[in-house]
């Protein structure tokens, strides 16, 4: 006697549910982060951003909202590719050791990721064209990184982290690093034969942490000159 076969569904776990939601919120994310790198945040469709993630043009207001709320969450995790939040948090490493390590953390979060050059494309569009999500990413992401830097490079000048020369100090180092990701398309022209390798980045990010840690030390160390430019004014 042969036995019926029972090819009814099986009810979905919760867990399997939770898994497919969470896999098309990955996939409109990656989706998105395209897209707005490409044509900017006002051009940008949501529209495109589903077509390219394979999901159904209501999945955005699903998962996110609307399309603002998307982008945040977009700018968010390019934050977050610095990969420095532990060090930030680390309050029993020495100073100068955090300022090498963190250096050499955002560069390699930048140039190690799977699109490297889409941060300064982002980056590009908000520039020309900002958004409010930018106020909302800089208050919950970069300025508590901000801050920390400021302790921390202060802490090798012996200032306090609102000293103008505490900042200066760290815009300085900042801007060194920058140069090296929102310059690509120049220094491509300039030195052709740069290529970002890890062995590269981390070459690149110790010579900017040598480079920067000389003048810190020399300014706390209180050789001739460094009196006159401890005199900057404090800003809140």
């Known amino acids: 006697m042969r036995t019926r076969t029972n090819h009814r569904k099986l009810p979905r776990t919760a867990a399997a549910d939770r898994a497919s939601r969470d896999r098309t919120r990955e996939k409109l994310l990656a989706a998105a982060g395209q897209v707005f790198a490409e044509r900017g945040f006002y051009a940008a469709t949501v529209r495109e951003i589903c077509l390219r993630a394979g999901a159904n043009v209501a999945a955005v207001n699903y998962h996110f909202g609307d399309k603002l709320n998307l982008y945040t969450e977009v700018l968010r995790r390019f934050a977050r590719t610095l990969d420095v939040e532990p060090l930030i948090a680390d309050r029993g490493a020495p100073p100068e050791d955090l300022l090498r390590r963190i250096i050499r953390m955002r560069l390699r979060g930048v140039f190690g990721s799977e ?122």
């Open 115 to 236: 699109h490297p050059d889409m941060g300064f494309r982002l980056m590009l569009h908000e520039w020309t064209q900002p958004t409010p999500a930018m106020n909302r990413v800089v208050a919950e992401t970069l300025r508590p990184l901000y801050d920390r830097f400021r302790e921390i490079v202060g802490a090798i000048l012996g200032l306090p982290r609102d000293h103008e020369t505490t900042r200066l100090c760290v815009h300085s180092i900042m801007g060194q690093a920058i140069h090296y990701v929102h310059g690509r398309p120049i220094l491509a022209r300039l030195w052709p034969e740069l290529k970002m390798t890890p062995d590269q980045v981390d070459r690149i990010a110790d010579h900017i942490a040598d480079f920067s840690l000389a003048y810190l030390r020399t300014f706390a160390s209180g050789r001739p000159g460094a009196a006159s430019a401890a005199k900057g004014r404090t800003r809140p």
